[in-house]
């Protein structure tokens, strides 16, 4: 599950990424990068091992 939410987060942040480039979304874009960063936050607050 642990994987899972590390790989979510890193899309999020991909999607982001292309959204502040390329297009022009709102704040749709910053919500999914706040999401992500609280899953990557989650992983580390629960000491995930690195793979």
Request: aromatic share 8%; net charge positive.
């Amino acid at each position: 599950m642990g994987n899972l939410l590390y790989v979510i987060a890193v899309i999020l942040i991909i999607a982001w990424l292309i959204g502040f480039i390329g297009y022009s979304a709102g704040g749709l874009i910053h919500i999914l990068l706040v999401i992500a960063v609280v899953a990557i936050l989650l992983r580390v607050i629960r000491g995930g091992r690195a793979v």
